[in-house]
């Protein structure tokens, strides 16, 4: 199982990359895949990937159960709504209300789960 925990974990850091540039394609879940995968499938792919100088603190926060910082959680919930409204509005006009509405419930239980149930980072001040 390890070589597919591992495949599955590099696949789901390039989308997490991508999602750094696509808007629609987000990148924190897909780390947060990739962290649990390496996590089963290699102790080295896994310290990589916690000690990267730019992913590597939000995710040690969040496997700590720390959560992460209110800025985090207030730019995904803007990109999260930006970019559903965009696509709601586009199936809208072409396929009808059903697609956009299911997506509306989708968009709702992220921000419910980002929002009441991952804690919030509080950071020390210097």
Known sequence: MKPFYNLVGALAVLLGILGLFLPLLPTTPFLLLASWCFARGSERLHGWLLSHRVFGEYLRNFEAGRGIPLKAKIVATLMLWASLLVT???????RGPALPALLALVGAGVSLYLWRFLPTLRLERR
């Open 88 to 94: 709601m509005q586009r199936l809208y006009e072409t």
